[in-house]
């Protein structure tokens, strides 16, 4: 920590001292980029490729071994050098035949459907499926108060929905995956014998959203379904009227051993501290549903132009700049440990580790989850990205994969934010598709991100 | 000015003095209006009966006079008191049959079809349609250049895109849209028999944009249309192959007589000075080819709820807050130049005017078509906004169709700012539907006119 206090104190100086000359050869910088990324940039045709080539690419999935070619091919392509695989044990997990599931009132004779997805990691209902009664509970407090006597033998119904008021939707989707992420351990705790959640998105649709649940020390694992907003609105409007409603869930998904697959690693060197690193990041692994175009998909094509763009720019980082597409986010964090641990093992110093994944919509800022000292450094490049509307620097969440970095080696993290507005109608369904992409707005984060890269490789500590 | 003058020191002086009490309440009252658009916003059901219902209402035509009933019912619904209708004559234009264009080039047996669509105000190629030699040019200048000698008797392709690099895309339309409106005069004057424009977008696909085209003074009216992105691409490439192409244009569309149409115009009376007005506003006429829903429902769904949110959250204004739907400002401003004429003829006291016609998209800020105090007192009021991702209060464009109201009585003008990267994927075009409107986002437009109003209304002159 004193080195890194030692570092800090020198970034400040400098910034603070010499703000006026590289201030100007610093906007002609950032402007070079995001002119090459708006004229002639490459993070839409590459996200095409990888969301129409290839699709979805769940860990373990033949998907994702493609997408891993595929990422490596593109750095290439993109001039970084060397471009490496660094193999990680990933969880798999399979969906099985598309889910049903539907609910019959006593004397009606037509089921009503319900619009469900398994959750990542779930066990499957059987192939006959299940059917049931229907308990609806809005928190896992609420589930503690009904008790086994209310449960038992019962499809537990989750359905606390995100917080409308909230500005960002990450923070109302912050207060609101608990009951999909641990649901089903709870429920089953009082006998339970499935749990549907209501789906993560503020958009009433009927688009169910997976996501991962885990059991922990559950003693019996009980599946978890995802069910679409309107579904879950359709449900609990039916259970006023009928609280005896029974359900019917049919899902096949399945759990599989762990398998190889690989975080794909690419690097600009540095020209005066090659062993010195900024890493940017983001997540190669999607949920299958959809495309993955949100999310991570234009993520890892704002990290791998972010590079691009410094090459094309002609700008020769003093460290090197390594860009990381880690496996497994979604359901497992593999690829993000993986890499930590190996960066730590070869005691390899990280200056700064950031990561895009929050969609590729219009940038709004850098959060940076760091020491004071860091933020304020962060806070004083705010200025340079006036003009590009990026107007949020501050404290923030770094990133899932890079999470790990801090904790072992105390690297400070900057995330990427986009706007997040449209974020969570697509996060994890089927609808996270290219056309869901503005070309305009993906390329001004890649921009961002390499202005970004560019200031910190400047002035940050050597 | 004088009175101006005077009203401006008293609000910058009250904006100075006294801001921690009253920023609280501020606060507060602002919290509460953006939960209210968050949680039970009418703005997108609105947008959807204006969409769905109706769709496309070009100024004279049955959909406009339908935009105009269901604005009036709309205003009176949301509470206002009285809601009237201003009579207005405004120009009629129809599209006639869906207009057809090609080129062939010599030797080769197909035609190559290109995606256009009429220019609104344009003359008719006559049923049969034209054939011609294309010149292309990038602007007005390399038109005068070309001369006669080169134009005479040919269709002139206007190709110059929009600046990709502009961060505003309303900057980047603002330096191409003149080919646009001015194309067709300019190029008669050379002996041009048609011209065809490239659509004003920055995203490459094959949807034709139409919109405004003046003759002004030229002597003979030749017929102009819009050409697809992707046309305009592929039909410069095939010039540069095939000089001599030959391209093929028709389009029956029509100018008719003017016939008498409504702005809609809604009140809530204030409270201590019933006769000083805060106009809101926006344009309830659209172009045809979509259904108007970016340009200008949003706006008009942004205006009508601001006043409901109003209304909602108990506020009392001080002075009347008038919402007008102006009719035509596609094609001729006749709804805002009768607006203001009227009240100027009434020496009505008009403390600002504000116009939402940029879209339905996240918030960014307002900007100020004002003198340099009134834009002081409004950036005075940004800290209110920051928690809400408004960023950016200055100077600005206020909109056309409060534009005569600065011209005949010196009313300060201000616009809403959203997110403007998506904005000219749709304008004018097919793909404006309510589909590509976001509910959150359109609902957070609202909340800041609202809260803008409010703070207007609490803190200007008396």
């Known amino acids: 920590m004193n080195y890194l206090k030692n570092v800090l104190l020198i970034i400040i100086t400098i910034a603070f001292t010499c703000p006026i000359t590289f201030a100007q050869e610093d906007s002609v910088m950032i402007r070079t980029i995001f002119d090459k990324a708006l004229n002639e940039g490459k993070a839409y045709e590459a996200l095409t490729e990888l969301c129409k080539d290839i699709g979805g690419r769940l860990s373990g999935s033949q998907e994702a071994d493609q997408a891993v070619i595929w990422g490596k091919e593109k750095l290439e392509t993109f001039g970084l050098a060397p471009v490496y695989l660094q193999e990680v044990m990933v969880p798999k997990w399979t969906r099985g035949e598309r889910e049903v599931a539907y609910y019959t009132v006593k004397g009606s004779k037509k089921p009503s459907d319900l619009a469900v997805c398994a959750l990542g990691g779930s066990v499957s209902t059987g192939k006959k499926g299940i059917m049931a009664e229907v308990v609806e509970v809005k928190s896992l407090t609420e589930l503690k108060e009904l008790g086994e006597d209310k449960i038992k033998g019962k499809i537990v119904f989750y359905n606390r929905p995100m917080r409308a008021t909230l500005i960002s939707t990450f923070r109302a989707y912050g207060g609101a995956v608990g009951q999909r992420v641990n649901g089903a351990k709870e429920a089953s705790k009082y006998g339970a014998i499935a749990v549907v959640v209501r789906s993560m998105s503020l958009k009433i649709d009927n688009e169910p959203h997976t996501g991962v649940m885990r059991y922990g020390d559950a003693e019996t694992k009980i599946p978890a379904a995802a069910v679409s907003t309107l579904g879950a609105e359709n449900l609990s409007k039916a259970l006023k009227a009928n609280p005896n409603l029974k359900m019917h869930l049919r899902m096949t998904c399945k759990n599989h051993e762990d398998v190889l697959s690989h975080n794909v690693i690419g690097e600009i060197k540095g020209s005066e501290y090659p062993d010195k690193y900024i890493v940017i990041g983001a997540h190669l692994d999607s949920w299958d549903l959809g495309e993955g175009a949100h999310d991570d998909g234009a993520g890892i094509v704002h990290v791998a132009e972010a ?90 969440y770094g990133g899932a994969d890079i999470g790990p970095l801090k904790e072992k080696m105390e690297t400070p993290l900057i995330g990427y934010i986009p706007d997040s507005q449209r974020y969570f109608d697509y996060h994890h369904a089927r609808t996270d598709v290219l056309e869901m992409v503005n070309e305009r707005e993906l390329a001004m984060g890649a921009a961002s991100i390499a202005a970004l890269v560019y200031l910190l490789d400047k002035y940050e500590a050597q």
């Open 307 to 396: 590079a691009r763009l410094l090459i094309a720019a002609g700008y020769q980082p003093k460290h090197t700049i390594r860009v990381v597409f880690y496996m497994n986010e979604e359901n497992g964090l593999a690829g993000g440990k993986k890499y930590a641990e190996e960066a730590s093992n070869k005691n390899e110093k990280h200056l700064v580790a950031i990561e895009s994944d929050s969609g590729g919509f219009t940038p709004r800022g850098f959060g940076a989850d760091a020491p004071k000292e860091f933020v304020e450094m962060l806070q004083g490049h705010a200025a340079l990205f006036e003009d590009y509307g990026l107007n949020y620097f501050g404290k923030g």
